[in-house]
């Protein structure tokens, strides 16, 4: 059996090795719609894959992609428990991110991060996705709603007293408001485009319409 040490840098790298994976990517080119990268803002998640017109192709994409940061944490804590887990899962979004075969330019890692925290501790999941769904709803803006559910992940797993889940979520939510510091800049500035806005409004206000 591993120890401790020895188990925490096999799940770190498992994690990052699954959050690697580009499935934006490889999905989009499978469908013959090219590469996802010289597109909109040039990220491989489900929002830019949406620039494609394929909803069932950035669908997957979440799935996915939200599919490889809970495997990793699941396999991971069934090997060598549940601290291995959130280390796995932690490492599969930083993987998404940075990817070594995209030259470390991937993804914001939102969905990936839900993926890990609704099998790490599904009420945190759920509590994140909740308020996802809420900002979105009320103020139409996808990186607001990704923010203010990073944002939450680790006061909810805080409150719930998971002290290891709210760590990983807390490092999770640095390390999502450092992806999305562009997004930042535009929603201070008024220039970030909203949910269903049309593609005039969104050429003007954010060439790159960049979302998490």
Same mark, same amino acid.
């Given at each position: 059996?591993?120890?401790? $040490?020895?188990?925490?840098?096999?799940?770190?790298l498992i994690g990052f090795g699954l959050g690697s994976v580009p499935f934006g990517l490889v999905l989009t080119r499978l469908a013959g719609l090219g590469d996802i990268r010289k597109i909109g803002s040039g990220n491989?998640?489900?929002?830019?894959?949406?620039?494609?017109?394929?909803?069932?192709?950035?669908?997957?994409?979440?799935?996915? $992609?939200?599919?490889?940061?809970?495997?990793?944490?699941?396999?991971?804590?069934?090997?060598?428990?549940? $601290?291995?887990?959130?280390?796995?899962?932690?490492?599969?979004?930083?993987?998404?991110?940075?990817?070594?075969?995209?030259?470390?330019?991937?993804?914001?890692?939102?969905?990936?991060?839900?993926?890990?925290?609704?099998?790490?501790?599904?009420?945190?999941?759920?509590?994140?996705?909740?308020?996802?769904?809420?900002?979105?709803?009320?103020?139409?803006?996808?990186?607001?709603?990704?923010?203010?559910?990073?944002?939450?992940?680790?006061?909810?797993?805080?409150?719930?007293?998971?002290?290891?889940?709210?760590?990983?979520?807390?490092?999770?939510?640095?390390?999502?408001?450092?992806?999305?510091?562009?997004?930042?800049?535009?929603?201070?500035?008024?220039? %970030?485009?909203?949910?269903?806005?049309?593609?005039? %409004?969104?050429? %003007?206000? $954010?060439?790159?319409?960049?979302?998490?």
């Open positions: 059996m591993a120890s401790v $040490d020895t188990a925490i840098v096999y799940a770190a491989i998640g489900a929002t830019n894959v949406l620039r494609t017109g394929n909803k069932f192709l950035a669908f997957l994409t979440v799935v996915c $992609d939200s599919g490889k940061g809970a495997a990793a944490a699941v396999l991971s804590a069934y090997l060598w428990g549940a $601290d291995a887990g959130l280390v796995a899962g932690f490492a599969a979004v930083v993987g998404h991110n940075f990817p070594v075969w995209l030259k470390f330019k991937g993804g914001k890692g939102f969905a990936t991060t839900l993926g890990v925290l609704l099998v790490s501790a599904w009420p945190v999941g759920v509590a994140a996705c909740a308020v996802w769904l809420v900002v979105a709803g009320t103020f139409r803006f996808s990186s607001l709603a990704a923010l203010a559910s990073l944002a939450a992940s680790p006061a909810v797993a805080y409150w719930m007293k998971l002290e290891h889940v709210a760590i990983m979520a807390a490092a999770l939510a640095v390390l999502g408001f450092v992806r999305h510091h562009q997004n930042i800049t535009r929603l201070l500035r008024g220039e %970030e485009s909203r949910i269903g806005a049309k593609k005039s %409004e969104k050429s %003007e206000k $954010d060439p790159e319409g960049e979302a998490p």
